[in-house]
DNA sequence: CCACAGGACGGCT
DNA sequence: AGCCGTCCTGTG
């Protein structure tokens, strides 16, 4: 979207993207791989490959990389096509506290992750803190995953689905994820099974694709909206969680309303655009409530 | 020692 | 259909 990439040496530079900030768009929970900071960049993995993103001048540069991984998996990855300005113009139009949202954190992108990757982290992710959710994972990736080198550093890849399925539940409860063990374990043996991908999901429609995924054991509501939005699959999933929750109640719906009527007041507010809501102001209540 | 963190599940009414 | 106790682990 009005952007330029060009390949210069052994890396992609990119100038001319608006609406995207590394910081917000990495810390704002939607992933759980990515190291670094603002200054310094931020590195993490996409698939089979090691993605790095250094930030200078409101220009983004990807060292170690090709054009043909920025076109074939960044570009998608990091939804760098979707027109953020205008999205957010529709959804701060007569609504001032989107307008307060959006302003917060006008770089955050929602990113389409691998289905699989993100199905099995959200799972992960219940009932648990960030940090922990990290920690869980990156055992996971590093007992599970496959090795790849990356400047003189070694990283791992997630876990495939066939890899997981054939774990032993103890040793998954090694990793500390606790209850959810038996839960990545089953999710997978029946996810190889399934063998789905993305597109399978939106060519069902948001209310099956919903109703799929809670066939997984450890997969409530919250965890297949997450799973559904942040893959890519559907814009207007709208997770619910105890923090969209309370600013929801603190900006439109009444104290105590149900998680369910949470969910349909967004659904009927924000249409397809529910996704995007969600994370600006899942991210200013995380940052000021 | 206890509360709680970015839920899901199962048993109950 | 809605309510509620329970569940792994880490932190304060």
């Given at each position: 979207m009005g952007f330029d990439a060009v390949q210069s040496g052994a890396e992609i530079r990119v100038s001319?993207?608006?609406?995207?900030d590394i910081y917000s768009t990495f810390e704002?929970?939607?992933?759980?791989?990515w190291r670094g900071n603002a200054e310094d960049g931020y590195t993490g993995i996409v698939g089979k490959k090691v993605i790095r993103i250094n930030e200078t001048d409101g220009e983004f540069i990807f060292p170690g990389c090709t054009m043909s991984d920025f076109n074939d998996v960044i570009r998608n990855y990091l939804d760098l096509d979707t027109d953020y300005a205008s999205i957010i113009a529709r959804l701060a139009n007569n609504d001032p506290v989107m307008k307060k949202a959006s302003d917060f954190a006008p770089g955050i992108r929602i990113l389409r992750q691998p289905l699989f990757e993100t199905l099995v982290s959200f799972i992960i992710s219940a009932n648990n803190s960030i940090p922990n959710i990290k920690k869980i994972i990156e055992r996971l990736c590093t007992a599970y995953g496959d090795s790849m080198k990356f400047m003189e550093s070694e990283y791992f890849s997630f876990p495939e689905p066939k890899v997981l399925a054939a774990a032993e539940e103890t040793d998954i409860r090694d990793m500390k994820a606790g209850f959810r063990s038996r839960y990545i374990i089953k999710t997978a043996a029946m996810f190889l099974e399934d063998s789905i991908t993305t597109g399978d999901l939106t060519s069902m429609g948001y209310e099956n694709a919903l109703e799929f995924l809670m066939?997984?054991?450890?997969?409530?509501r919250k965890v297949a909206d997450c799973t559904l939005l942040f893959s890519g699959a559907f814009t207007n999933a709208f997770p619910v969680d105890t923090w969209v929750k309370k600013v929801m109640e603190e900006f439109y719906v009444a104290k105590d309303t149900s998680l369910k009527d949470i969910s349909k007041f967004a659904e009927g507010k924000f249409r397809d655009l529910g996704g995007y809501a969600q994370q600006y102001l899942f991210y200013y209540a995380r940052s000021n409530m």
């Open positions: 001319g993207l608006k609406n995207f704002c929970g939607q992933c759980f791989r066939r997984y054991p450890g997969v409530g």
